[in-house]
């Protein structure tokens, strides 16, 4: 295993694992929820470890392992980008996710969510797919996709709410030009300008 690309990507995994110290509000107790969706990234950077010190064989040939290295670095770097970006874009901290008694006291809608509605956990999917292109191997293909697939119900569960808030015919304008993820290239955002 590449032992720098190895570096940034568990540098990447702890920058995600500070920022509920750092950065998100946590209101009330991280309840089972919560920990069911961290629980990948606490284990894919247990794995990484695990593998480089026990030589645990990726499953893809030695030659493509190298080739994916590199790769694993820009998503990795790009990951860490993402997170400070959008960190950068808020003015107060938001609510953690998993949260219940999350109630939005604003929507964001320029910086890095000019184009992603969940930019944080946009970061977050390249964390694990710079993981899984560091150490191909069926478990950290096992973590993407569990980390796909939570985030994606949390995404959900945060746009019901923010559509059902206060803030909810605006939302619904963002959501039309927005991606969740992915940005939406073709489409320009409403009101992803900063506010004076």
């Keep these: 295993m590449n032992e720098p690309a190895l570096l940034v990507i568990l540098l990447n995994f702890s920058v995600i694992g500070l920022l509920p110290r ?12 919560w920990w069911a969706m961290a629980l990948p990234f606490f284990l894919c950077p247990a794995l990484l470890v695990g593998a480089y010190l026990t030589r645990l064989d990726p499953i893809t040939p030695g030659a493509w392992t190298r080739l994916l290295a590199p790769v694993s670095v820009v ?37 890095a969510y000019g184009r992603i509605r969940h930019p944080f956990f946009a970061a977050f999917l390249l964390a694990f ?22 985030l994606s119900v949390t995404a959900a569960q945060e746009e019901r709410r923010l559509s059902a808030s ?21 489409a320009r955002a409403a009101g992803t300008e900063a506010p004076a």
């Excluded at 990795?76 to 808020?90: D, E, M, N, P, R």
């Design 75 to 111: 998503f990795g770097v790009a990951s860490v980008a993402l997170i400070f970006f959008t960190l950068g874009t808020h003015r107060i901290p938001i609510a953690l996710w998993q949260q219940d008694n999350d109630v939005p006291e604003h929507i964001v809608t320029y910086g």
């Design 22 to 33: 750092v950065f998100f509000r946590v209101d009330g107790r991280l309840g089972p929820r």
């Design 166 to 186: 206060e803030f909810g015919t605006e939302y619904q304008a963002y959501i039309a030009h927005t991606g969740r993820f992915l940005p939406r290239l073709t």
């Design 129 to 150: 797919l710079a993981a899984l292109a560091l150490f191909p191997h069926w478990a950290t293909v096992a973590f993407l996709t569990y980390a796909v697939a939570g």
